[in-house]
């Protein structure tokens, strides 16, 4: 997994995953910078920036940074915001050129198999992805996406390098919208290797479309164009002998072109000739060619093959023998014809294998354009990707490696003229003054290539087109010649001797900016001319398949001049390249192989050095470092070290730039190691800016414990607050509900006050609707009063609660029902004996009551059945007086009816008389039927006069005594003897008979203590005292 650190916070990391910008180098060397490639390739880290220029190394393995969500993430943030990549790359220049609305474009280059072709593919995979879609963008995209594939097919080949080795240059425009949609596309190509087509060196192989049409061709297809299916059967495709590998599918390949040349809309008619022209190259490098006596080439007897060539471009096969074995020459408006050799023969043979590969190579391109294209002619921006050859050294170096090399001198020049002009740039609007760079300047070797009057290209084609003898060495010689003293030309001839040991004759070297190369002469004329001869040339503009009739039919109408030499073309393509580049806004990638056997995890240093140096990274680094090595904008540089100094901790108020003065004069920065711009700090050491960095680094533990406090207070604050938002939320709601229940209770209470008022004012008429509920209140308020409020007893007829007017009745009834009620429980509880009692009390009281003043104080007092046992009697008396039944018996004070003296007895009563009693003896018997009447006086004192009738004279008179249980006695005798009604109560005085015809009297009165004894007057004298009223 990546490792996800932003740039700056890459900083930190540096010695962990080196540094992601190589500008921030402490030093410039190439061991530093290997080192720190190295470092970052271990982790699978392949990407480094030297600021804006990335550097890709081929890790030779799936990386898993390629995926949507990677490209998700890249999309639409700061370059240096996120870890180096190539979507970094590709996103960054895409908004520029939505923002600044201006061109772009983006120079892939590095040597054979370091990563340029899968670039370019991921780069367009990303704006496949990131870009606005629909349909119909999306059928521009997918052509794009598809032209891949096409051109793979036809201008990639195995190389001992790469197995899918891009055999062309390519410079591929993608235009897009004021909106950013990608509407359209265009493709220049670049110098195919058309050589590959009749030779390949051992381990390699021709183009992948050869190999694709014989083993995934249809059979139909095969047989229609005389093919076989077997490699080996064809000498253009056996000379590498390796025309099966194992990394290639060429069946599944053969699918997806033919796909993708649906989809880029090659129609079927198109399609057949397109690969009827690529079996006609495979036919013809099997024609062969005999030599008759005199050295002629002749057609051997294999004219199968011929005709098959014939057959499929539809040219007339005696003509193409003629053509491959013929010269045809003008002279004075005559023709004749010169035989080849067979050596010229297989020259003019494989000429035009190449000449018809190489062209329809150039009309697939053209196609493509065409669907690519974008009809609409409004302002378009465009972003183009350059996939082209990085400087090559072999062990022998030719033409095609002195034409590679010669652009990439050219595209080291364009990066210079660029990048100085940039930095100008932003110096300038940055208000910095311009201090000039140190650098090479390539422009003399640049110069030394395509000088019009002294270049090599002019001298090369100068000996091309010489008549006479001209050939490789003498153009050798012309070099020396011309360009004897140049620095960086030497040759084995001008070269001092220690220099001439590494020269062999045939060589010349040029000392390119990247280093020494050292060519080889051999070919050089030959490959710049190109020929095909005149007549096959014309026979072929004839051809019956559209697309090599296309392509050789001349419209020029001086055909016959002769055509520009390859170096020449090469040149002027280059220098429009380099006017279409030096209009746009340069982004480039160099990629560097890692290692020479496609191992995932190797890291060649030697290799990688050797590229370090080819691609001119060093140069490109100092020519980067050369002003200020860092810059970075204010915000972004305060927002990252403000903890470094009071001032600007915890916030700057003020405006960034002033906040980066005062962070970097509390830093100490000499005023030579920064500038400060309009938006933008300088910085010119490294150095300088690890010490700061160290010194954040030392800062950031100190920072976090802070921060963590402030952070938790903050959060526990936070907390805190939301607690009591809550709480008062609460408390608000809360109230709220008691507020709204209090009001409704209040407006209730009002409602029933109301009605109660109004229940009140009208509570004396009938029942209607205002008084219903105040009078069912008044009634049950009452009833509820009078529930706790209830006499207790019988006798309590004071308590009772008053009733209001409606309910007076009621209470009546009430009262009477209660007092019944407490009647009958009251009657149901008494006993037997106490209804007995009750009966004599009750008679009682209707003798005394209201008369005599003692009663009401009696009536308390329970009666006892007797007041003296039988065992008190005297057992004589008891004989006596037995049969006639003893009721009542009560100890008396006995008067004399002489004299008054008080005598103790006993008075026993029985069913028909009362005794009187003293010890064994009867003193007195008194049946009832004597007994006329019963009197006592109306005071409190206990004296009772029993009338006795006096008709007898043996009958004593009448009975005076006291007794203390007075009612009970009376009571007692009153039942026995039925003398109810006998009973008199007396004020004052009681006459009394003591004898017959002798009266006295009792006189009573009123005293303070109650006294008896005799008057002078001969009455006995009661004084009784006032009765104790409760
Ligand atoms: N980013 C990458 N991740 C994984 N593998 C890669 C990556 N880049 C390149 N490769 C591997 O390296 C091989 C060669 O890459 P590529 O074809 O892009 O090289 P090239 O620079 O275009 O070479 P040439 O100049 O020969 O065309 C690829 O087929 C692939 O296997
Ligand atoms: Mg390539």
Not at 306 to 326: C, F, I, P
Not at 636 to 657: D, E, I, S
């Amino acid at each position: 997994m990546q490792v996800q650190l932003d740039m700056e916070g890459a900083l930190t990391a540096r010695d962990r995953v080196g540094i992601q910008d190589f500008v921030l180098l402490d030093e410039t060397t190439e061991t530093a910078f290997l080192s720190n490639l190295k470092k970052r390739f271990s982790k699978d880290l392949i990407y480094t920036y030297i600021g804006t220029l990335l550097v890709s190394v081929n890790p030779y393995k799936e990386l898993d940074i390629y995926n949507k969500k990677q490209m998700e993430i890249y999309m639409g943030v700061n370059f240096f915001e996120l870890p180096p990549h190539i979507y970094a790359l590709a996103d960054s220049a895409y908004q520029t050129m939505l923002t600044e609305f201006n061109n772009h474009f983006i120079l892939i280059s590095g040597e054979s198999g370091a990563g340029k072709t899968e670039a370019s593919k991921k780069i367009l995979q990303y704006y496949a992805v990131s870009c606005p879609s629909t349909t119909l963008l999306n059928t521009v995209r997918d052509k794009m996406l598809m032209s891949n594939p096409v051109l793979e097919a036809f201008g990639n080949a195995k190389t001992l390098k790469n197995d899918n080795s891009s055999r062309f240059g390519k410079y591929m425009d993608i235009q897009f919208d004021s909106q950013g949609d990608a509407v359209g596309g265009h493709i220049l190509n670049y110098l195919l290797e058309k050589s590959r087509v009749v030779h390949q060196n051992h381990g390699e192989r021709n183009f992948h479309i050869f190999y694709q049409l014989v083993e995934g061709g249809e059979d139909d297809l095969l047989h229609q164009m005389g093919l076989e299916r077997d490699c080996q059967h064809y000498n253009y495709l056996t000379q590498g002998e390796c025309a099966i590998v194992s990394s290639i599918n060429d069946r599944n390949d053969w699918k997806t072109v033919k796909n993708a040349l649906q989809i880029i809309n090659i129609d079927e008619i198109n399609t057949n000739h397109l690969f009827g022209t690529v079996a006609s190259v495979l036919h013809l490098g099997n024609v062969q060619f005999d030599s008759d006596s005199k050295g002629h080439a002749l057609l051997n007897n294999n004219n199968a093959e011929l005709r098959w060539v014939s057959n499929l471009l539809g040219v007339d096969a005696h003509s193409l023998q003629e053509g491959l074995t013929y010269r045809k020459i003008e002279a004075k408006n005559e023709q004749v014809l010169s035989p080849f050799t067979t050596d010229h023969a297989i020259y003019a043979r494989d000429a035009l294998a190449k000449a018809i590969y190489g062209q329809t190579f150039t009309w697939l391109v053209n196609k493509i354009n065409e669907s690519m294209e974008n009809k609409d002619n409004s302002r378009k921006t465009v972003i183009g990707l350059l996939d082209i050859y990085g400087f090559e050294v072999f062990y022998v170096n030719s033409f095609e490696q002195f034409c590679i090399n010669y652009c990439n001198e050219k595209l080291q020049q364009l990066f210079i003229q660029l990048t100085l002009k940039a930095e100008q740039e932003e110096y300038e609007a940055e208000d910095i003054e311009w201090e000039p760079v140190q650098f090479f300047n390539n422009k003399i070797i640049c110069d030394l290539v395509e000088d019009k009057y002294r270049g090599i290209i002019t001298i090369l084609d100068e000996e091309c087109l010489r008549p006479g003898d001209a050939s490789d060495l003498t153009f050798l010689e012309r070099l020396e010649e011309k360009m004897g003293n140049h620095p960086h030309f030497v040759t084995h001839k001008l070269a001092d001797k220690m220099t001439r040991k590494t020269l062999e004759r045939g060589d010349f070297r040029l000392l390119h900016y990247a280093g020494e190369v050292t060519y080889c002469v051999v070919g050089f004329l030959d490959k710049n001319n190109d020929l095909l001869y005149r007549n096959i040339k014309d026979l072929i503009g004839q051809s019956k398949n559209a697309i090599v009739k296309e392509c050789f039919s001349s419209t020029d109408p001086d055909s016959r001049r002769r055509p520009e030499t390859v170096a020449t073309q090469f040149k002027s393509s280059l220098l429009k390249l380099t006017e279409i580049l030096m209009a746009k806004e340069a982004w480039y990638i160099r990629c560097l192989k890692s290692n020479e056997s496609k191992q995932p995890g190797q890291f060649d240093e030697a290799l990688i050095r050797h590229q370090v140096k080819y691609l001119g990274l060093m140069e490109h680094l100092r020519v980067r470092r050369a002003g200020f090595a860092y810059r970075r904008k204010y915000e972004v540089f305060l927002k990252r070290y403000k903890p470094l100094c009071p001032a600007t901790w915890p916030h700057w108020r003020g405006v960034p730039a002033d906040g980066v003065e005062v962070l970097v004069q509390h830093l100490g920065y000499m005023p030579n190691e920064y500038k400060m711009g309009r938006t933008k700090i300088f910085i010119r050491h490294p150095r300088t800016l690890y010490a700061t960095e160290d010194a954040y680094e030392r800062c950031k533990h100190e920072l976090a414990t802070r921060l963590q406090a402030k952070y938790k207070g903050y959060k526990a604050k936070g907390e805190f607050k939301k607690q009591k938002e809550a709480a008062t939320k609460i408390e608000t709601c809360w109230r709220g509900v008691q507020a709204r229940k209090e009001r409704d209770k209040r407006a209730w209470a009002v409602k029933v006050i109301k009605k109660f008022i109004k229940g009140y004012i009208n509570r004396g008429q009938l029942k209607n609707t205002d008084n219903s509920e105040y009078l069912a209140f008044v009634r049950q308020n009452y009833l509820n009063r009078l529930k706790g409020n209830l006499p207790k007893t019988v006798l309590d007829k004071t308590t009772w609660q008053t009733p209001p007017a409606v309910l007076a009745e009621t209470s009546e009834i009430l009262r009477m029902l209660h007092y019944r009620l407490m009647v009958r429980k009251y009657v149901r509880g008494i006993t037997p004996q106490k209804k007995a009692q009750l009966q004599l009390k009750l008679l009682t009281s209707s003798i005394f009551k209201g008369k005599k003043e003692s009663y009401p104080q009696s009536i308390a007092q329970p009666f006892v059945d007797t007041r003296i046992s039988e065992q008190e009697i005297n057992m004589r008396v008891l004989q006596t007086i037995r049969n006639e039944h003893i009721k009542y018996g009560v100890p008396v004070i006995k008067y004399d009816r002489n004299g008054f003296k008080p005598r103790p007895r006993q008075l026993v009563l029985t069913q028909t008389a009362a005794y009187v009693i003293e010890e064994a003896k009867i003193k007195q018997r008194v049946l009832y039927t004597s007994l006329k009447g019963i009197s006592v006086s109306n005071l409190t004192d206990g004296i009772i006069v029993l009338h006795i009738t006096c008709e007898d004279p043996k009958q004593k008179g009448d009975l005076l005594m006291q007794c203390d249980h007075l009612f009970e006695f009376l009571t007692k005798l009153c039942l026995i003897a039925n003398k109810e009604n006998s009973v008199k109560v007396v004020q004052g005085s009681i006459k009394i008979e003591i004898q017959a015809g002798k009266e006295s009297a009792v006189d009573f009165s009123l005293g303070q203590e109650p006294m008896v004894f005799k008057a002078k007057n001969g009455h006995l004298m009661v004084v009784a005292t006032r009765a104790r009223t409760r």
